[in-house]
């Protein structure tokens, strides 16, 4: 499979996202830096889309033909939802914005797309919040990546 297949598919997999795509791009298939963060970014982007915009619509037909997987999203939604809300209510979007920038597991593009549906903040300017945290991120990654290894 082509290297640029693998990291796009791994930027847009829960929990590894671009944190796990820009090292397999760089390391493993040496492909240019520029290109491994943009085609990071991007497909880092598509789920997060999809999330803040139909996860409410898609939820309910989720518990009803899957409810083992409905139970587990609820489950991670409140706690996701009770252990974030205080910094959420206190700094709103700039809160999901850093939360995704911050290159930790379970703090990227997925969970931040969640929050800001779960806390039913507007759509766009989650989107746009979500992107920026996502770009921070990648930056911070990408730099990581090329100065912190030999």
């Given amino acids: 499979m082509n290297g640029f297949v693998q990291v796009a598919l791994l930027a847009m997999a829960p929990i590894s996202e671009l944190r796990g795509a820009i090292p397999l791009g760089m390391l493993v298939y040496h ?3 520029l290109n491994v963060v943009i085609v990071s970014i991007a497909f880092n982007m598509l789920p997060a889309i999809f999330i803040i915009l139909f ?15 409905g139970r587990f999203v609820e489950k991670f939604s409140q706690t996701r ?18 939360f995704v920038a911050i290159p930790f597991p379970l703090t990227g593009a997925w969970t931040g797309s969640l929050l800001s549906v779960l806390f039913e903040m507007p759509r766009t300017k989650s989107i746009i919040a ?14 990581l ?3 912190g290894v030999k």
């Fill in 130 to 143: 979500v992107g920026c945290g996502i770009i921070i991120s990648a930056f911070i990654v990408a730099s």
């Fill in 145 to 147: 990546t090329m100065f």
């Fill in 31 to 33: 492909l240019n830096p």
């Fill in 81 to 98: 939802q009770n252990k974030h809300r205080k910094k959420i209510e206190k700094y709103g979007l700039w809160a999901i914005m850093a």
């Fill in 55 to 69: 996860f409410t619509a898609v939820i309910p037909w989720v518990k009803r033909k899957f409810p083992s997987v």
